[in-house]
């Protein structure tokens, strides 16, 4: 897990590593884990970031180990071009909310702003360059996010992407 809040890509590991989170979709927790961490359910919907931030609070209290060996496959559908928004206002919110969360494990608010702007700034080159309508309505979704930090009116944002 950066300062940012963001996640590093996991990937193919060639060997088992300790890491700071897990995708959601590819865990297995043990029974007491489970019951000692409670889902945090201000992550609504599809809850962009809920798995990182489940991981990374169980991380404060257990290891956690990516296996090289295990091998997952995962297909998710793509967003729906209605839905590029909504997910580009999550990658702001739920991302600021994480990082209030974990403020005193060394997340930091500061950087997290810092990769704010960078994501807006990205999709909208990307919209620039490609003409591309689902990365414009996404740096969209980013900039309403940032406006919502800022006068205090974030929330959780409820919705799914498919």
Request: hydrophobic letters at 45%; proline letters at 3%.
């Amino acid at each position: 897990m950066l300062p940012s809040g963001c996640t590093s890509i996991l990937g193919n590991q060639q060997s088992d590593i300790e890491t700071d989170w897990l995708c959601g979709g590819a865990t297995i927790w043990r029974r007491e884990v489970i019951d000692r961490f409670p889902y945090d359910e201000w992550f609504a919907g599809t809850g962009y970031l809920e798995d990182v931030d489940y991981s990374f609070n169980v991380r404060g209290k257990y290891r956690l180990a990516l296996v090289a060996g295990a091998r997952l496959a995962h297909y998710s559908p793509p967003v729906r071009a209605d839905r590029h928004f909504l997910l580009g206002r999550w990658q702001i919110t739920n991302r600021m909310y994480l990082v209030g969360k974990y403020r005193a494990r060394g997340l930091s608010p500061l950087k997290a702003w810092i990769a704010s702007l960078a994501l807006f700034g990205l999709h909208l080159a990307q919209a620039l360059l490609r003409l591309d309508i689902n990365s414009f309505n996404r740096a969209r979704g980013n900039a309403a996010g940032m406006l919502d930090e800022i006068l205090g009116r974030a929330g959780s944002v409820g919705g799914f992407l498919k």
